[in-house]
């Protein structure tokens, strides 16, 4: 019979369990510093100290990436913090607690409101080109003849007012799906709407979008460009009706009972 053991009672075995354990171990530090990308290091919630970065087998070296479509390359600033000089304050003096907006929530960027600063470059196809236009521009894409074309319709707020009509609809040329109302309120302020938070009313023939009072769809970011939105325009717009949520009555931000 063939000797099992390697050397002195170590058997192969026993080395395929070592060799599992060594692999396990590094995984476990590979994934600690992987999952410390972004977000650390940690600050003090009361204090804004900020923590010791810890050594190299908590930390992640940097790394870069190349950007698709000739936007070159990024490597994220190791340790960089977001800004925190938010328009509001604690609505009690304890760590965790809530923060009251002191100016305009809908823009200020707090909560519901927030947005990532995201790069100022519109989203494209797999082609290049950009994702997110103007129905009038794509010529292969139309709304299909048993729904409800939006443009011409009333849109109202979340007080039953006439907040603007619809103009135009922003397509996603790679998914087919409607994803902005460009509205003309009655002011002639052309803003973009998601339409995610559209309600279409087939049998009235109107809008519904409840986020916001019909008056605070003037504020709405717009995009810089007539026929094109970056990612950050994008943020900013849902952003704003989805901070409206919360923020367009004060009754929203009172308990539910």
Same mark, same amino acid.
């Given at each position: 019979m063939t000797d099992p053991y390697i050397v002195g009672t170590i058997d192969i075995t026993e080395l395929v369990f070592l060799a599992f354990v060594l692999f396990f171990i590094g995984l476990v530090?590979?994934? +600690?510093?992987?999952?410390?990308?972004?977000?650390?290091?940690?600050?003090?919630?009361?204090?804004g100290r900020v923590e010791s970065r810890g050594g190299a087998l908590s930390r992640a070296s940097p790394k870069t990436f190349n950007l698709p479509h000739g936007h070159g390359i990024?490597?994220?600033?190791?340790?960089?913090?977001?800004?925190?000089?938010?328009?509001?304050?604690?609505?009690?003096?304890?760590?965790?607690?809530?923060?009251?907006?002191?100016?305009d929530p809908l823009l200020d960027g707090i909560g519901p409101a927030s947005w990532a600063n995201r790069k100022n470059v519109p989203d494209v196809?797999?082609?290049?080109?950009? +994702? /997110?236009?103007?129905?009038?521009?794509?010529?292969? /894409?139309?709304?299909?003849?048993?729904? @409800?074309? @939006?443009?011409?319709?009333?849109?109202?707020g979340a007080d039953g007012e006439i907040a603007g009509t619809v103009s135009e609809v922003w397509i996603d040329r790679a998914e087919h799906v409607i994803r902005y109302l460009a509205i003309t309120t009655p002011g002639g302020v052309k803003v973009l709407a998601p339409m995610a938070m559209a309600v279409v009313k087939r049998?009235?023939?109107? /809008?519904? /979008?409840?986020?916001l009072l019909a008056a605070q769809f003037a504020g709405a970011p717009s995009p810089a460009a007539p026929d094109t939105i970056?990612?950050?325009?994008?943020? +900013?717009?849902?952003?704003?009706?989805?901070?409206?949520?919360?923020?367009?009555?004060?009754?929203?931000q009172e308990p539910i009972l």
């Open positions: 530090f590979y994934l +600690r510093r992987e999952d410390r990308r972004e977000g650390y290091p940690l600050e003090d919630e009361a204090t990024a490597t994220p600033e190791a340790g960089a913090r977001d800004r925190f000089d938010i328009p509001a304050k604690r609505a009690f003096g304890s760590n965790g607690a809530a923060y009251v907006p002191t100016g196809t797999a082609h290049g080109l950009p +994702r /997110i236009v103007p129905l009038s521009l794509e010529a292969d /894409i139309a709304i299909a003849a048993r729904d @409800p074309n @939006p443009v011409g319709m009333n849109v109202l049998k009235s023939g109107v /809008i519904v /979008i409840d986020a970056t990612l950050y325009e994008e943020e +900013r717009i849902v952003a704003y009706f989805g901070g409206g949520y919360l923020y367009a009555t004060p009754e929203r």
